[in-house]
């Protein structure tokens, strides 16, 4: 599966942004990983 360019980097971004974490162990995350990572953090905003 590729994910289209703007796309990673908007996760990136995202979770880079919210867990601090280092760009090549966001990288390191299978694509399913990363966008359930999004999901959680998105969930979590959405409820404060």
């Known amino acids: 599966m590729t994910v ?3 796309r990673l980097h908007d996760e990136i971004a995202y979770l880079a942004y919210h867990f601090h974490w ?5 990288l390191d ?6 966008a359930r990572y ?4 998105s ?3 959405s409820e404060r």
């Open 4 to 6: 289209p360019e703007q």
């Open 22 to 26: 280092a760009l090549e162990d966001i």
């Open 29 to 34: 995350l299978e694509h399913a990983d990363r």
């Open 38 to 41: 999004v999901a959680a953090i």
């Open 43 to 45: 969930a979590l905003n």
